[in-house]
């Protein structure tokens, strides 16, 4: 079975290569006309790629055959299943066609080839035909044809005008019984029977009876046309009046003998024109030079019937000819490749060559100047030789030279031929090197063009389309196919009248170039190009445009992150001068000095709350700064969903109460676990119930929900708040976004809540997404983070434990800031919680009481004037007196490196300013712990 498919497939595969090699054109039709197959002389004769009309119909791809012979040939083969044929002129092509058209099981297959010039030259016969009727009605004698029987076939008028009587399909003893003299008859008869039977000419002098009745002698002269098969097909004779001149047959005989030669020479201009379109037809199609003299050696020798033709190209010197490929008869050996010394032929011959004259000779041996070389002509096999030399520009370019082994007589019909063939095959020849230059040139620049970044197209002056590269026709949305050949505005109906049109005609009409920027509408959507047109010479336009869709989008974002960077600082100076009035309230009525213990305890307590609310403001903005900048490190370790989500509620809780919120959690049953960092998850989501209870009228639900897979663990907060809009919530994340506010900013905040929200479950290899039906639809914001496999629990404190105060007694704490406030007030904080207190506001001045006190805790500035604080800190740790007290660092500064440099320099903690003055009285807390159990 499979060596049945094999041979299938391999007859398949060697009719597909006989179709590709004949030199007919062919293609196959279905049953509904689509194409299925189109050999490659057929893509060559109808000007079009097989790929361009595979699978169209034949009516769609080529719609001028309606109404036309070919589509009645065409039909009616298609009804009838029947073989047909058809010759008939394509006016599209302006071209003759010949069609041969076969049925098969599938549809029909085409045979065709381009039978212009033959048509032409069947016209061209008709035409002479006509000429010929013409020229036999206009002369005096009789002229008739009559067939091989002797019935006669076409007469003249003048048979009628002088025997009165019309001729008829009659016999010749029919015609000498009624017209022939009686004393002529027997010789006529006679005559005709030898020339019938010899197949030669008819020759008679004899008298035929006019319409009078009386008999004038004519002489009748006729020539059998004989068929191939050498059997005679008509008779051509005339009847002359030679009446009057019976005595001048000498004339007569000269006359006979120039219409002999006239035919002759008909026949053989008819056998040269049919030479040079045999020729013409098979060199047409050749791209190699060297296959065109091939071809054309093959075609003349055969028809010359000599025994080698060779083609050679004279070198810069005239003194070699390099010899191409050639052909032979079989009987001498092909001399293709050889290079030949010209003088060894003799000095005379080639000079007869170089004088531009043919070189003729029919025996070596019996030439005079040939005789002399004949050791260089015979040990070839030449023994006669035709050379016919090609000049050009003065100087001798090819010899063609044709060979025989025997003597022979060269005519001029051959030797017509043979000069046919030089120039044609020259023409040809260097027709080859021009297309072939010409497309070395062409696959250069569409090279050249296709491997440019941008598209390129180039126009001419009435916006027709002749180039196009491969990324211009792919921003186009069409295919090179598509846009060649064609007008502009027809290819591209949208540019038409638009600005780009405008642009071209600018260019165009002003010479000068010009450039736009075009939105350009496709099926999906849109695409910005940036169009640039430049004028050539003739009105041409060179067109280069490129996709700028990326900027035109960057540079909406960075207009669009402009205009929000704008509203963020108008909010962070609203947010920031918001604390600063109750502060400044506050410390007016302190400086004042007339409150009372209530009034004192209520202004401190405003000016904490306010504090705390710019220290969230500022925590936020060196958060969202040091993640989005790749500067923090998680302390990643196995982390509880569970208790991350209960964390983030105990933080939002206070918010949500007081503005009585529902608050709904659920946790699907299972492993909860993932790798992250404990203290920053639980930011993320407490920064997501925070805007959640924020965007929430008083009164609303909350729902917090967490689903666990295979693969993910992720966290829903939903809620029935004011909701997004689609803008909004495209941007949702993204910094400085924030919905719209009131002038009172009732909710708060700057809009770094899920910025930071976003960087920071990225960072933990999660995802974060929100969704919002519309504005007063509520938002629900999804988290998912990877699953960590196993029941490993998370460790660590959970940090949730304060120390409310100072254990067993006051310590004795030293505050070190040049700032002279913020030391007063921190040393009246800490005098407040039953610690004692001293102040300095230099390192030198702290260093020096370090050595006069004994200290349980030291509270130092870093940026001090004289000594920074790290130094401070080293040379406390040096000090035997202060080598054991607490260093806690109070800055401005709080990236992760500064905590390290203060670890470094001997610090135990490191708060950042405002400091957070629950977190310092934990601190202190523990020291007192600590002195406890040393003291014990």
């Given at each position: 079975m499979h060596a049945g498919q094999n041979s299938s497939q391999q007859m398949a595969q060697e009719a597909v290569a006989i179709l590709e090699s004949i030199s007919d054109g062919f293609y196959s039709v279905n049953r509904d006309w689509q194409f299925t197959y189109v050999n490659r002389e057929a893509e060559r004769l109808l000007g079009v790629a097989r790929e361009q009309i595979l699978g169209r119909s034949i009516w769609e791809a080529y719609p001028p055959l309606c109404g036309t012979p070919f589509e009645t040939a065409y039909r009616k083969a298609m009804r009838e299943q029947a073989a047909a044929q058809v010759t008939s002129y394509y006016p599209d092509h302006q071209k003759w066609y010949e069609v041969r058209i076969a049925p098969v099981a599938s549809g029909l297959t085409f045979y065709f080839r381009d039978v212009s010039a033959q048509v032409k030259t069947e016209q061209a016969l008709r035409e002479s035909e006509r000429n010929f009727r013409q020229m036999a009605e206009s002369i005096p004698q009789i002229v008739w044809i009559v067939d091989a029987s002797g019935r006669g076939v076409y007469f003249n008028h003048q048979w009628e005008a002088h025997t009165g009587v019309p001729i008829d399909s009659t016999t010749p003893a029919h015609v000498a019984e009624e017209f022939v003299h009686p004393e002529d008859r027997a010789a006529t008869m006679a005559a005709w029977n030898i020339a019938y039977e010899e197949r030669s000419g008819f020759h008679v002098e004899h008298r035929i009876r006019s319409a009078a009745g009386d008999y004038r002698w004519f002489l009748v002269r006729a020539e059998p046309y004989l068929g191939e098969d050498g059997r005679i097909e008509r008779w051509f004779g005339t009847s002359t009046d030679i009446h009057e001149e019976k005595l001048v047959k000498i004339a007569l005989r000269e006359s006979e003998e120039r219409l002999r030669s006239l035919l002759e020479s008909v026949r053989a201009a008819d056998r040269r024109h049919s030479f040079q379109l045999a020729l013409a037809d098979r060199i047409r199609p050749l791209l190699d030079p060297e296959e065109v003299t091939a071809v054309a050696s093959e075609l003349l020798g055969k028809s010359v019937g000599c025994g080698r033709v060779v083609y050679g190209e004279a070198d810069q010197t005239v003194g070699h000819l390099s010899l191409k490929r050639d052909w032979t008869d079989g009987n001498l050996v092909s001399m293709s490749g050889t290079r030949l010394h010209l003088d060894d032929f003799g000095c005379a011959i080639v000079d007869v060559l170089r004088a531009r004259r043919n070189v003729v000779i029919d025996d070596i041996l019996a030439d005079p100047v040939g005789a002399r070389h004949a050791a260089a002509y015979l040990p070839a096999g030449i023994r006669a030789v035709l050379?016919?030399?090609?000049?050009?520009?003065?100087?001798?370019?090819?010899?063609?030279?044709?060979?025989?082994?025997?003597?022979?007589?060269?005519?001029?019909?051959?030797?017509?031929?043979?000069?046919?063939?030089?120039?044609?095959?020259?023409?040809?020849?260097?027709?080859?090197?021009?297309?072939?230059?010409?497309?070395?040139e062409r696959d250069q620049s569409r090279h050249i063009f296709d491997s440019m970044t941008e598209g390129f197209a180039l126009l001419d002056s009435d916006w027709t389309v002749l180039q196009v590269n491969e990324i211009g026709a792919r921003l186009s949305y069409m295919t090179r196919a598509e846009l060649l050949g064609r007008k502009l505005w027809s290819a591209m109906p949208d540019l038409a009248g638009g600005p780009v049109e405008a642009l071209y005609r600018r260019v165009q009409s002003s010479r000068q170039p010009d450039n736009l920027e075009y939105l350009q509408l496709i099926p999906d959507g849109a695409t910005w190009l940036d169009i640039r047109a430049y004028a050539l010479p003739e009105g041409r336009l060179a067109v280069f445009f490129r996709d700028i869709s990326e900027r035109k989008s960057a540079e909406d974002k960075l207009r669009d992150a402009d205009r929000r960077k704008d509203e963020f600082l108008a909010m962070l100076a609203h947010e920031l001068r918001n604390p600063l009035a109750p502060i400044g309230a506050a410390a007016h009525l302190l400086r004042m000095g007339k409150l009372d213990e209530d009034r004192v305890r209520h202004t401190s307590q405003i000016i904490g709350r306010q504090v705390d609310h710019m220290s969230h403001l500022i925590n936020d903005l060196l958060d969202v700064s040091r993640v989005t900048r790749g500067l923090v490190e998680l302390d990643n370790a196995a982390v509880d969903i569970r208790q991350v989500v209960h964390e983030a509620i105990e933080q939002v809780a206070p918010l949500i109460q007081a503005r009585r919120h529902r608050l709904h959690a659920q946790i699907a049953p299972g492993s909860s676990l993932v790798m992250g960092d404990r203290k920053r998850l639980v930011q993320v989501v407490s920064n997501i119930l925070n805007n959640a209870a924020k965007y929430t009228s008083e009164g609303g639900t909350i729902t917090l929900s967490a689903d666990i897979s295979d693969a993910l663990v992720c966290i829903e907060v939903a809620d029935n708040g004011i909701g997004m809009a689609p803008d909004l919530a495209a941007h949702a994340f993204d910094l400085f976004s924030q919905a719209e506010r009131s002038s009172d900013r009732s909710a708060g905040g700057l809009g770094l809540g899920l910025a930071l929200v976003k960087s920071l479950v990225e960072l933990h290899g999660g995802s974060v997404t929100c969704a919002s039906a519309g504005l007063g639809e509520g938002s629900v914001f999804r988290v998912c983070l990877p699953r960590l496999a196993g029941d490993a629990a998370a460790g660590g404190p959970d940090g949730n434990e304060r120390a409310a105060g100072p254990a067993g007694g006051g310590l004795r704490v030293l505050v070190v800031d040049d700032n002279a406030d913020a030391a007063a007030m921190l040393a009246m904080v800490l005098e407040s919680l039953g610690h004692r207190v001293a102040v300095e506001h230099s390192s030198l001045a702290a260093l020096e009481r370090a050595r006069r006190e004994r200290l349980d805790a030291c509270v130092l500035d870093i940026g001090l004037p004289d000594i920074d604080g790290y130094e401070l800190a080293r040379r406390l740790r040096a000090q035997p007196e202060s080598a054991d007290a607490v260093l806690v660092?109070?800055?401005?500064?709080?990236?992760?490196?500064?905590?390290?440099?203060?670890?470094?320099?001997?610090?135990?903690?490191?708060?950042?300013?405002?400091?957070?003055?629950?977190?310092?009285?934990?601190?202190?807390?523990?020291?007192?712990?600590?002195?406890?159990?040393?003291?014990q």
């Amino acid at each position: 079975m499979h060596a049945g498919q094999n041979s299938s497939q391999q007859m398949a595969q060697e009719a597909v290569a006989i179709l590709e090699s004949i030199s007919d054109g062919f293609y196959s039709v279905n049953r509904d006309w689509q194409f299925t197959y189109v050999n490659r002389e057929a893509e060559r004769l109808l000007g079009v790629a097989r790929e361009q009309i595979l699978g169209r119909s034949i009516w769609e791809a080529y719609p001028p055959l309606c109404g036309t012979p070919f589509e009645t040939a065409y039909r009616k083969a298609m009804r009838e299943q029947a073989a047909a044929q058809v010759t008939s002129y394509y006016p599209d092509h302006q071209k003759w066609y010949e069609v041969r058209i076969a049925p098969v099981a599938s549809g029909l297959t085409f045979y065709f080839r381009d039978v212009s010039a033959q048509v032409k030259t069947e016209q061209a016969l008709r035409e002479s035909e006509r000429n010929f009727r013409q020229m036999a009605e206009s002369i005096p004698q009789i002229v008739w044809i009559v067939d091989a029987s002797g019935r006669g076939v076409y007469f003249n008028h003048q048979w009628e005008a002088h025997t009165g009587v019309p001729i008829d399909s009659t016999t010749p003893a029919h015609v000498a019984e009624e017209f022939v003299h009686p004393e002529d008859r027997a010789a006529t008869m006679a005559a005709w029977n030898i020339a019938y039977e010899e197949r030669s000419g008819f020759h008679v002098e004899h008298r035929i009876r006019s319409a009078a009745g009386d008999y004038r002698w004519f002489l009748v002269r006729a020539e059998p046309y004989l068929g191939e098969d050498g059997r005679i097909e008509r008779w051509f004779g005339t009847s002359t009046d030679i009446h009057e001149e019976k005595l001048v047959k000498i004339a007569l005989r000269e006359s006979e003998e120039r219409l002999r030669s006239l035919l002759e020479s008909v026949r053989a201009a008819d056998r040269r024109h049919s030479f040079q379109l045999a020729l013409a037809d098979r060199i047409r199609p050749l791209l190699d030079p060297e296959e065109v003299t091939a071809v054309a050696s093959e075609l003349l020798g055969k028809s010359v019937g000599c025994g080698r033709v060779v083609y050679g190209e004279a070198d810069q010197t005239v003194g070699h000819l390099s010899l191409k490929r050639d052909w032979t008869d079989g009987n001498l050996v092909s001399m293709s490749g050889t290079r030949l010394h010209l003088d060894d032929f003799g000095c005379a011959i080639v000079d007869v060559l170089r004088a531009r004259r043919n070189v003729v000779i029919d025996d070596i041996l019996a030439d005079p100047v040939g005789a002399r070389h004949a050791a260089a002509y015979l040990p070839a096999g030449i023994r006669a030789v035709l050379a016919i030399p090609l000049m050009k520009n003065g100087r001798l370019r090819a010899v063609l030279s044709l060979h025989h082994a025997e003597a022979r007589r060269w005519t001029p019909e051959q030797i017509a031929m043979a000069e046919d063939m030089v120039d044609r095959t020259w023409s040809a020849v260097e027709s080859a090197h021009a297309q072939a230059a010409l497309r070395a040139e062409r696959d250069q620049s569409r090279h050249i063009f296709d491997s440019m970044t941008e598209g390129f197209a180039l126009l001419d002056s009435d916006w027709t389309v002749l180039q196009v590269n491969e990324i211009g026709a792919r921003l186009s949305y069409m295919t090179r196919a598509e846009l060649l050949g064609r007008k502009l505005w027809s290819a591209m109906p949208d540019l038409a009248g638009g600005p780009v049109e405008a642009l071209y005609r600018r260019v165009q009409s002003s010479r000068q170039p010009d450039n736009l920027e075009y939105l350009q509408l496709i099926p999906d959507g849109a695409t910005w190009l940036d169009i640039r047109a430049y004028a050539l010479p003739e009105g041409r336009l060179a067109v280069f445009f490129r996709d700028i869709s990326e900027r035109k989008s960057a540079e909406d974002k960075l207009r669009d992150a402009d205009r929000r960077k704008d509203e963020f600082l108008a909010m962070l100076a609203h947010e920031l001068r918001n604390p600063l009035a109750p502060i400044g309230a506050a410390a007016h009525l302190l400086r004042m000095g007339k409150l009372d213990e209530d009034r004192v305890r209520h202004t401190s307590q405003i000016i904490g709350r306010q504090v705390d609310h710019m220290s969230h403001l500022i925590n936020d903005l060196l958060d969202v700064s040091r993640v989005t900048r790749g500067l923090v490190e998680l302390d990643n370790a196995a982390v509880d969903i569970r208790q991350v989500v209960h964390e983030a509620i105990e933080q939002v809780a206070p918010l949500i109460q007081a503005r009585r919120h529902r608050l709904h959690a659920q946790i699907a049953p299972g492993s909860s676990l993932v790798m992250g960092d404990r203290k920053r998850l639980v930011q993320v989501v407490s920064n997501i119930l925070n805007n959640a209870a924020k965007y929430t009228s008083e009164g609303g639900t909350i729902t917090l929900s967490a689903d666990i897979s295979d693969a993910l663990v992720c966290i829903e907060v939903a809620d029935n708040g004011i909701g997004m809009a689609p803008d909004l919530a495209a941007h949702a994340f993204d910094l400085f976004s924030q919905a719209e506010r009131s002038s009172d900013r009732s909710a708060g905040g700057l809009g770094l809540g899920l910025a930071l929200v976003k960087s920071l479950v990225e960072l933990h290899g999660g995802s974060v997404t929100c969704a919002s039906a519309g504005l007063g639809e509520g938002s629900v914001f999804r988290v998912c983070l990877p699953r960590l496999a196993g029941d490993a629990a998370a460790g660590g404190p959970d940090g949730n434990e304060r120390a409310a105060g100072p254990a067993g007694g006051g310590l004795r704490v030293l505050v070190v800031d040049d700032n002279a406030d913020a030391a007063a007030m921190l040393a009246m904080v800490l005098e407040s919680l039953g610690h004692r207190v001293a102040v300095e506001h230099s390192s030198l001045a702290a260093l020096e009481r370090a050595r006069r006190e004994r200290l349980d805790a030291c509270v130092l500035d870093i940026g001090l004037p004289d000594i920074d604080g790290y130094e401070l800190a080293r040379r406390l740790r040096a000090q035997p007196e202060s080598a054991d007290a607490v260093l806690v660092a109070v800055t401005g500064y709080g990236h992760e490196s500064d905590r390290r440099r203060s670890l470094a320099a001997g610090f135990a903690h490191h708060l950042v300013k405002p400091a957070d003055t629950g977190q310092l009285m934990a601190i202190l807390a523990e020291v007192g712990k600590a002195r406890e159990l040393r003291n014990q």
